[in-house]
């Protein structure tokens, strides 16, 4: 099925005007950063030419217009997230608020912590520095196999890390039902989000944090959350003091605020915030059901051009029916230098997509010897687009492939 939403959409990203070398923009490499919307764009503007003071800082009236409009975009980012107002934390992005619950819990070297084994780098190394981690293993197909995960719980972690949906397969995870599980094994449960997020896929039960960036979501880049579930926030022991992060100070003692402000030491990204808050309402404008329709639509074309080209592999379930997001990553038979076939891609197509491991060298390992080619999409793509690259890449195997 086809979604009229990148039709309404595309006027609304000035970047999607540009022409690359005569030819069209298509940017397909969303799993990595969005492009930005004209109001994201416009609500930077506003806070630096109308606003531009810091936040609870002084009683003038610029600083309490900032202070308000902060605190509004921290109750949006709540709503759209599903936890309470005092429950957000903002960050630089979702590397830095999984490192804060890692290195916030007070773990110690022998603590176990589960993490997924097609998680992002940044959803195991933090874990691997604090902790003991041992992975969630992964079917053929990388599908969490589940038998595993349960005998796992038996050894009682005292975390349990998932990640939603993978950048690299673009699946989802039953994390809602893992996370149930790892709560009634006792665990402290965190989720990454990065990847689910921008399409509205979040409010979760037994989750303690969640974690997830603006820049991935339409907002700009520099801004990142991390929600604490039913109190979960005050688990943690503040990284960095300072600034922001006291009630009162003398020379002896210091009382701490209370989260999320302990946890925000310094002056934060005002700008990055009044950005989100932007695409925040821009998404909602559009609906996660438009959304995730959209996302079905383009997951399953993927799927289908892929499954019909012997020359290509899918990293992943390759079921057009699998529940995925419009992220695939493909290794091409007789093709090693994936970078190269994403820089024909990029200089003679137009066509923006990412070479490499994704940050997810472990999962790539597994299923390939060499790096894939990941080609992610969101609202302002079409089918037509998605259709484009992999007739590119019919063309691109043929200058490019070794003789066999
Ligand atoms: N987790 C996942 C699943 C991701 O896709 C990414 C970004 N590729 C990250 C974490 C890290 O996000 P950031 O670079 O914004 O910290």
Not at 40 to 58: C, F, K, M, Q, W
Not at 97 to 121: C, I, K, Q, R, T
Not at 270 to 281: F, K, Q, S
Not at 297 to 310: F, H, K, N, S, V
Request: proline residues 5%; contains cysteine.
């Amino acid at each position: 099925s086809v979604t009229d939403l990148p039709r309404r959409v595309r006027a609304d990203f000035p970047i999607l005007g540009r022409r690359m070398d005569g030819r069209d923009l298509v940017y397909l490499d969303n799993a990595a950063t969005t492009l930005k919307p004209r109001p994201v764009v416009d609500e930077l503007t506003r806070y630096y030419t109308e606003v531009s003071a810091n936040i609870h800082r002084g009683k003038h009236r610029l600083s309490e217009t900032a202070s308000a409009d902060f605190e509004a975009v921290r109750r949006q980012v709540a709503h759209f997230a599903g936890v309470r107002g005092d429950e957000v934390v903002f960050t630089l992005n979702t590397t830095e608020a999984l490192n804060l619950v890692a290195s916030g819990l007070g773990l110690e070297a022998g603590d176990v912590v589960l993490v997924p084994f097609d998680g992002h780098h940044s959803n195991a190394l933090p874990w691997r520095r604090h902790a003991r981690a041992r992975h969630i293993p992964v079917d053929g197909s990388g599908r969490v196999d589940l038998d595993a995960y349960e005998k796992l719980l038996r050894g009682r972690p005292r975390v349990v890390a998932l990640s939603h949906c993978s950048n690299v397969t673009g699946v989802y995870a039953p994390v809602q039902k893992m996370a149930t599980m790892a709560k009634e094994a006792g665990a402290v449960t965190v989720v990454d989000a990065a990847q689910s997020a921008p399409h509205g896929r979040l409010h979760f039960d037994d989750v303690d944090f969640v974690a997830f960036s603006a820049h991935k979501m339409l907002g700009p880049t520099g801004v990142g959350v991390l929600c604490g579930a039913d109190g979960a926030l005050s688990l943690l022991d503040p990284p960095n003091l300072g600034g922001g992060t006291v009630d009162w100070v003398d020379t002896e003692r210091y009382q701490l605020r209370r989260p999320p402000h302990c946890l925000e030491a310094g002056t934060p990204n005002i700008g990055g915030v009044y950005g989100l808050g932007a695409a925040i309402a821009y998404l909602d404008r559009i609906g996660a059901a438009a959304l995730a329709a959209h996302d079905r639509a383009l997951a399953r074309r993927q799927a289908a051009e892929a499954l019909a080209r012997p020359y290509l592999r899918v990293l992943g379930p390759a079921s057009p029916s699998a529940d995925r997001s419009a992220t695939i990553s493909l290794a091409i038979r007789g093709v090693r230098n994936l970078r190269e076939v994403a820089r024909i891609l990029s200089d003679s197509y137009g066509i923006m997509c990412r070479s490499g491991h994704m940050c997810a060298q472990p999962l790539v390992d597994r299923f390939t010897d060499s790096e894939v080619l990941r080609i992610s999409a969101y609202l302002y793509n079409d089918e037509a687009q998605v259709a484009r690259v992999f007739a590119a890449l019919d063309e691109i195997v043929e200058t490019v492939a070794a003789p066999a």
